[in-house]
C-alpha cells in the first residue's frame, strides 16, 4: 500500500512538473507568406521525381541568373504595363467577360515555380503537372498568367476552391495571380453635397450671364 | 446721388466675376464628386463619426487633434530599409498611436498589442489593394515594399482597428535603434519586472538599473525564455521603459544642448517618416510641452490560434479607447 502511495504521488509531482512547463511554452510570432504557398503537385509522368518549388519576387536572388532575370522582366511587364489586361489579349477577353474593366485589374502576386531534384536523364521532359498553391487573395481570382519566353500567356482552366487554386501547366518559370480589384462601393454618402452643389453652379453661371447683360445695358445706355 | 451708367456696369461685371468664380468652383467640386462616386476612390480609412453616442452620453469628435503612430520593427537596418518588391518580411512589432490634442494641449498614447486580429489592406504589385485578410496587425506592416508603403498600411490597419478614426503621421524605427537612442539619452532607468535569467543575467528582477545599449532591447524585446512569454507581459515592460523614456528625453530636451538636432543625426538612418525633420522637430515640441495622460490600451481576449497567438479586443473596450482620445461631451 505504502509503495502504490509513492508511486502515486510521484506520478501526480511528474504531471504537476509537466502542467508548470506547459504554462511556460512559448508562443511564437506569425510570419507573412511573401508568395502563395504550394500545397501539392502532381507531374504527369510517373517517371519523374522532382520536386517544385516557388520562390518569391522578393527572394529573387536565390533563383539561378536565368531565373532572376525572368522574374525580373516578368515584373517590370507588369509595372510598366498601365492596363493589365494589356499583358494578354486572351486575359482581357476573360475580364470583359466577367465585366471586370481592364483598368480595375491588379496583379496579387508574382512568384517563380521551378523543379529541384530531378535527374535530367531519367525522363525525356517532366511533362504536365498539375499544381495547388494558397494564396490569400483568391476571392477575387481572375486568373493566372505564366510567363513564358518573354510573354504573357494565361493558364487556362485554373479553378478555384476556397483559398487554394489548382491549374496544369506544361512548363515552369514565373506565374502572376491577377484579381479583381475593383474599388469596393464607396459608403452611402449624401449625394445632397452634389445636388446642392450643381445647383449653385446653375444658379452662379446663370446670375453671371445676367450681369454680363445688365453690364453691356448699362455700357450702350451710355 | 444717382450711380452713373459706367459705375453701374462696372459694378456688374465685377458680380459677374466673382459668380463665375464661384460657379467655377462649385462644377470643380461637383465633379469631383461624381468622379469619386463612379471610381469608389474615396480614401480607404473610413470616415469617422463627428457625433456618437456611449452609455447614454452625447460625444462629439474632437477639433484641431493629429495622430502620429510610431512603429517598432522587428529587423535591423542590416536588414534593409525600402525594398525593390511588392512585400517584405518585416513586421510591426510594436505600435503606439500618439493622440495630440492641440486645444487642450494633451497628448494620450494608445498601446496596441501587435498580435490584435484585425483586417488588413493586401497590396499588389503596384501597391494598390488587392484584398482584405484578417490576421494579427503586426503583419499589416509584410504588405508594400518595407517603407513608407508598408507603414501607410499598418496606419490604414491602425485606423480600421480603431472604428475610422484617421492616423494622420508615422515613424517606423527598426530595432537596432533601441540601444542607440537608449544611450543617447544616458541610459534609462527601470525596476525589472521580469526575471531574465538565463538570457541576461544583469537584468535581475526586482532590481533598479539603468539600462545601457544591448540591455534596453533585451528588455523591451524578449519573450521567448521569460515565465510569461505573451505579448501582453512584455507590453507591460514596453509601457514602463517608455514611460521612463520620454522623462529622460524632456530632460535632455529641456537641458538646451542641442539635443532634438542630436536625435535627429543620430537615428536618421534607423527611422522612416512621412514627416520631415523640420516637422518632426515641431511634433518633438509637442511632446515636450503638453501633458501626457494615461496610456489607453484594448481589452480583449488573447489565445492561441491554429499557431499563433491571437488577440480579439472588445468591441466595447474600442469604443471606450476612442471615445476617451477622441471625443469630447457634446454641449448638446
Not at chain 1, 121 to 130: D, E, L, P, Q
Not at chain 2, 222 to 237: F, H, Q
Not at chain 2, 251 to 269: R, V, Y
Amino acid at each position: 500500500m505504502k509503495k502504490v502511495f509513492i508511486v502515486l504521488l510521484s506520478a501526480i509531482m511528474i504531471a504537476s512538473l509537466s502542467v508548470s512547463g506547459f504554462a511556460a511554452s512559448f508562443v511564437s510570432s506569425p510570419s507573412g507568406n511573401k508568395a502563395p504557398t504550394l500545397v501539392s503537385y502532381d507531374f504527369e509522368s510517373d517517371q519523374c521525381n522532382a520536386t517544385l518549388k516557388i520562390t518569391a519576387y522578393s527572394d529573387r536572388n536565390t533563383l539561378s541568373a536565368d531565373g532572376k532575370a525572368a522574374i525580373e522582366a516578368a515584373y517590370t511587364s507588369i509595372k510598366s504595363a498601365n492596363d493589365v489586361s494589356s499583358l494578354n489579349a486572351d486575359l482581357a477577353a476573360l475580364a470583359t467577360d466577367k465585366g471586370i474593366k481592364g483598368t480595375n485589374l491588379a496583379v496579387s502576386d508574382l512568384f517563380d515555380i521551378s523543379v529541384e531534384n530531378c535527374e535530367a536523364t531519367a525522363h525525356a521532359s517532366h511533362g504536365k503537372v498539375t499544381i495547388k498553391l494558397s494564396a490569400e487573395t483568391l476571392s477575387d481570382f481572375v486568373g493566372i498568367l505564366h510567363y513564358v519566353n518573354g510573354n504573357w500567356e494565361l493558364v487556362t482552366g485554373a479553378t478555384v476552391s476556397g483559398d487554394e487554386v489548382t491549374f496544369t501547366v506544361d512548363s515552369l518559370s514565373p506565374f502572376a495571380i491577377v484579381v479583381d480589384a475593383t474599388p469596393d462601393s464607396p459608403p452611402t454618402k449624401d449625394n445632397g453635397n452634389i445636388y446642392i452643389l450643381v445647383a449653385v453652379a446653375a444658379l452662379s453661371l446663370a446670375a453671371a450671364a445676367i450681369c454680363f447683360k445688365m453690364s453691356r445695358r448699362e455700357e450702350s445706355t451710355n | 446721388m444717382r450711380v452713373s451708367s459706367t459705375k453701374k456696369s462696372r459694378y456688374y461685371k465685377y458680380a459677374a466675376i466673382v459668380l463665375l468664380a464661384v460657379f467655377l468652383v462649385s462644377f470643380s467640386l461637383a465633379m469631383i464628386n461624381i468622379w469619386e462616386n463612379k471610381n469608389g476612390r474615396y480614401p480607404d480609412q473610413t470616415s469617422a463619426d463627428k457625433n456618437i453616442e456611449y452609455n447614454g452620453v452625447k460625444y462629439k469628435l474632437k477639433d484641431n487633434i493629429e495622430t502620429f503612430v510610431v512603429i517598432g520593427l522587428d529587423k535591423t537596418l542590416e536588414d534593409g530599409g525600402e525594398s525593390d518588391a511588392y512585400n517584405n518580411d518585416k513586421q510591426a512589432d510594436f505600435i503606439m498611436v500618439f493622440v495630440l490634442d492641440n486645444k487642450e494641449k494633451t497628448v494620450t498614447p494608445i498601446h496596441i498589442n501587435r498580435d490584435t486580429m484585425a483586417e488588413i489592406n493586401i497590396l499588389g504589385l503596384s501597391g494598390n489593394k488587392v484584398g482584405t485578410v484578417n490576421k494579427q496587425i503586426a503583419l499589416s506592416y509584410n504588405y508594400g515594399n518595407g517603407g513608407k508603403v508598408s507603414c501607410g498600411n499598418t496606419l490604414n490597419a491602425v485606423s480600421k482597428l480603431l472604428n475610422g478614426m484617421k492616423m494622420d503621421h508615422y515613424l517606423s524605427v527598426t530595432m537596432d535603434g533601441v540601444p542607440v537612442y537608449n544611450d543617447l539619452v544616458g541610459g534609462v532607468t527601470v525596476e525589472v519586472l521580469d526575471d531574465f535569467t538565463g538570457i541576461d543575467d544583469t537584468l535581475v528582477k526586482g532590481q533598479r538599473i539603468t539600462l545601457m545599449g544591448q540591455q534596453a532591447l533585451t528588455y523591451v524585446r524578449t519573450r521567448e525564455g521569460l515565465e510569461d512569454s505573451t505579448n501582453l507581459a512584455r507590453m507591460v515592460r514596453q509601457k514602463q521603459y517608455l514611460t521612463a523614456l520620454r522623462e529622460k528625453t524632456m530632460e535632455k530636451l529641456n537641458g538646451g544642448d542641442k539635443f532634438a538636432e542630436s536625435i535627429f543625426t543620430t537615428m536618421s538612418d534607423y527611422i522612416i517618416s512621412d514627416l520631415s525633420v523640420n516637422r518632426l522637430q515641431v511634433l518633438l515640441d509637442k511632446f515636450s510641452a503638453y501633458e501626457f495622460t494615461e496610456t489607453l490600451e484594448l481589452e480583449g481576449e488573447s489565445k492561441v490560434g491554429e499557431k499563433f497567438m491571437e488577440f480579439y479586443p472588445d468591441g466595447d473596450s474600442i469604443t471606450k479607447t476612442v471615445v476617451n482620445a477622441f471625443y469630447r461631451e457634446s454641449d448638446e
